[in-house]
Nanobody, 132 residues
Framework: VQLQASGGGLVQAGDSLRLSCVSS????????MAWFRQAPGKEREFVAA?????????????YYGDSVRGRFTISRGSVESTVYLQMDNLKPEDTAVYYC?????????????????????WGQGTLVTVSS
C-alpha cells in the first residue's frame, strides 16, 4: 500500500489549502486515517484524524489537535481510503511537512487516534509554507 499526499504549497497567512491523500497498491478499507505534521526541528505532531463508524455506514468520527480545531476539517473521499484536509485561516505556525497515515484492520480505540504508531501506512509528506 502506498499513500500519496498532495496539495501543499506556499500561501500567505489567512489563506486556505486543501490537502489530499490517496492510497494505491493493494485495495483496502482504512478503518482510520490521519494527518500529522512536522516542522523543522520539531517532533511530528497530530493534526487531525477520522475513524470509520463501521458497518454499512460511511459516517466517520473526527478528531483534531488543539492548535487546528475550528480551522481545519478532515473528510473522507468517495474513493476508499482517501482523505482530505481542508485548512482555513492558515497561520505561519502551520508551516510544516504534512503526512497522512492509514490504519488497516480493526478500528483503533479513541485514545489511540492521536498516536503515530497506530497507523500502518504513511505517505511521503507534502510541504505547507505559510508566510506572514
Amino acid at each position: 500500500v502506498q499513500l500519496q499526499a498532495s496539495g501543499g504549497g506556499l500561501v500567505q497567512a489567512g489563506d486556505s489549502l486543501r490537502l489530499s491523500c490517496v492510497s494505491s497498491g493493494r485495495t483496502f478499507s482504512a478503518s482510520a486515517m490521519a494527518w500529522f505534521r512536522q516542522a523543522p526541528g520539531k517532533e511530528r505532531e497530530f493534526v487531525a484524524a477520522m475513524r470509520s463508524r463501521g458497518g454499512y455506514t460511511r459516517s466517520i468520527d473526527t478528531y483534531y489537535g488543539d492548535s487546528v480545531r475550528g480551522r481545519f476539517t478532515i473528510s473522507r473521499g468517495s474513493v476508499e481510503s482517501t482523505v482530505y484536509l481542508q485548512m482555513d485561516n492558515l497561520k505561519p505556525e502551520d508551516t510544516a511537512v504534512y503526512y497522512c497515515g492509514a490504519k488497516d484492520g480493526n478500528r483503533p480505540i479513541v485514545s489511540a487516534m492521536r498516536t503515530i504508531t497506530t497507523y500502518d501506512y504513511w505517505g511521503q509528506g507534502t510541504l505547507v509554507t505559510v508566510s506572514s
